[in-house]
């Protein structure tokens, strides 16, 4: 799967170690994928319980299979793959939390996000606030 | 079974936690505009980690790595949401070399 690379260094041969590069590139691409997927999971979903319960399931299902491979590269991407699971189960919670206060889009053909938006005590909105180039100066709504 | 895997991804969270302050901080202090050199820290370290030979410390310098290629996509919305009063802004930032030239740049935002 990862060929095995020799340097030369100062006259001796050393291996190249490639298990901390899959493990940054699955830290990579899992947050990542985890941060979008999230957002767009918690925007569509009428209930937060289910995809949160199936983030927790997959979550340790993933860590089993890191348990029973024996491959280092795999048991590492598991690993990773799987805490990052868990952690998105819990991410649901705080993206509706951020959309209570505003600090996320709600998406007003949610059911769930239109209870929120109809309740004045919060303070949702419709429009993504972070969407916009930074300017330097502190945002003004005048 | 040997619970490596498992281990790494609980560090890996803890280190992805640390990444937060940086990029708080990185952007109060410097702006956003430090993109590119967290970015090239990042790959730098991850590339150093390619020497390591004891697994666990290959794994966590290289995690350490993506922490800060992750916060370098990280620092324009944090930029904003410092301007928006989310987080305390800090008007009188540190000036980094090339900056005039990074700010005609698309920062990265995954």
Known sequence: MFPCVLVYNYGEIMEINTIGLTAAITAFLSIWIGHVAVRKIEAASPVIWIPTVASILLGLVTEYCSLLTNNLHLKTAFGIIGVTLLWDALEFTRQQKRIIKGHAPANPNNPRHARILANSNFHATTHDLLKREPSGKRFTHN | ???????????????????????????????????????????????????????????????????????????????????????????????????????????PHL
């Not at chain 2, 992805?16 to 430090?34: H, K, N, Q, S």
């Not at chain 2, 620092?75 to 410092?82: D, F, P, T, Y």
């Open chain 2, 1 to 107: 079974m040997n619970i490596f895997g498992i281990l790494i991804g609980i560090l890996t969270l803890l280190i992805i936690g640390f990444g937060f302050p940086l990029v708080i901080r990185g952007e109060r202090i410097f702006g956003y505009v430090c993109w590119p050199y967290m970015m090239g820290i990042g790959i730098s370290i991850i590339g150093a980690s390619l020497f390591i030979q004891n697994n666990w410390l290959c794994v966590i310098i290289a995690v350490i790595g993506a922490t800060f290629v992750w916060g370098s996509t990280e620092l324009k919305e944090q930029a904003v949401r410092a301007e928006l009063g989310w987080f305390p802004f800090n008007a009188d930032k540190v000036k980094i070399p090339f900056a005039e030239i990074i700010e005609k740049w698309k920062a």
